[in-house]
């Protein structure tokens, strides 16, 4: 498998590379980017996801892929489209778009343009029928991130996410939005 995924008019949508490692654990580990998750990862946690992360990308062409900016090279944070299983909630398979970036590059709209890329690549060259994304609901941004990419919000799929610790009764409630492949066109 090539490392580079899609490109698009800013940026290189690729596996991760042992160089963005450092990158990947500060993601995973600001308070402000890990706001609505219910906890941080410490490095260890965060070079355990970095592996998983990048040997999904190789082994199955999904997964949540770096983001580069093609005019400095810099690798800004990750979006991507992988199979994902929060049963009974998310049935198994069901294919999930995410995103996280490094807050000095939020305000760019450097999401929007990988996840619109991404659903066509999901739709067009891996067949998928369907898309959903799903948060906490106080997480306004990535909400809004949904409805630019047109995702509509599924009330009757909200859920509450079943790896969410007893210790975070706040991340508990997630709301789902979702796309087909005949609503995006």
Same mark, same amino acid.
């Given at each position: 498998?090539?490392?580079?995924?899609?490109?698009?008019?800013?940026?290189? !949508?690729?596996?991760?590379?042992?160089?963005?490692?450092?990158? &990947?654990?500060?993601?995973?580990?600001?308070?402000?980017?890990?706001?609505?998750?219910?906890?941080?990862?410490?490095?260890?946690?965060?070079?355990?996801? &970095?592996? %998983?992360? *990048?040997?999904?990308?190789?082994?199955?062409?999904?997964?949540? %892929?770096?983001?580069?900016?093609?005019?400095?090279?810099?690798?800004?944070?990750?979006?991507?489209?992988?199979?994902?299983?929060?049963?009974?909630?998310?049935?198994?398979?069901?294919?999930?778009?995410?995103?996280?970036?490094?807050?000095?590059?939020?305000?760019?709209? %450097?999401?929007?343009?990988?996840?619109?890329?991404?659903?066509?690549?999901?739709?067009?060259?891996?067949?998928?029928?369907?898309?959903?994304?799903? #948060?906490?609901? *106080?997480?306004? /941004?990535?909400?809004?991130?949904?409805?630019?990419?047109?995702? #509509?919000?599924?009330?009757? /799929?909200?859920?509450?996410?079943?790896?969410?610790?007893?210790?975070?009764?706040?991340?508990?409630?997630?709301?789902? %939005?979702? !796309?087909?492949?005949?609503?995006?066109?």
């Amino acid at each position: 498998m090539t490392e580079t995924i899609l490109t698009t008019e800013r940026l290189i !949508i690729r596996n991760w590379r042992e160089q963005d490692r450092d990158l &990947f654990h500060e993601i995973n580990s600001d308070p402000d980017v890990m706001e609505f998750f219910p906890k941080r990862r410490n490095r260890a946690e965060s070079d355990e996801f &970095f592996d %998983y992360a *990048q040997r999904t990308i190789a082994e199955t062409g999904l997964g949540f %892929y770096a983001l580069e900016l093609t005019a400095t090279g810099e690798t800004l944070g990750f979006c991507g489209i992988v199979r994902t299983s929060h049963e009974p909630a998310i049935p198994n398979g069901t294919v999930e778009i995410g995103w996280r970036l490094a807050k000095r590059h939020w305000g760019f709209g %450097y999401v929007s343009e990988a996840a619109t890329a991404l659903l066509k690549h999901g739709f067009e060259d891996h067949g998928l029928t369907e898309i959903v994304a799903f #948060t906490v609901p *106080q997480n306004r /941004r990535s909400r809004a991130v949904m409805q630019r990419i047109g995702m #509509t919000h599924r009330p009757e /799929r909200d859920f509450d996410h079943p790896k969410v610790p007893d210790t975070a009764p706040q991340f508990v409630r997630h709301v789902l %939005y979702a !796309i087909s492949a005949p609503e995006r066109g």
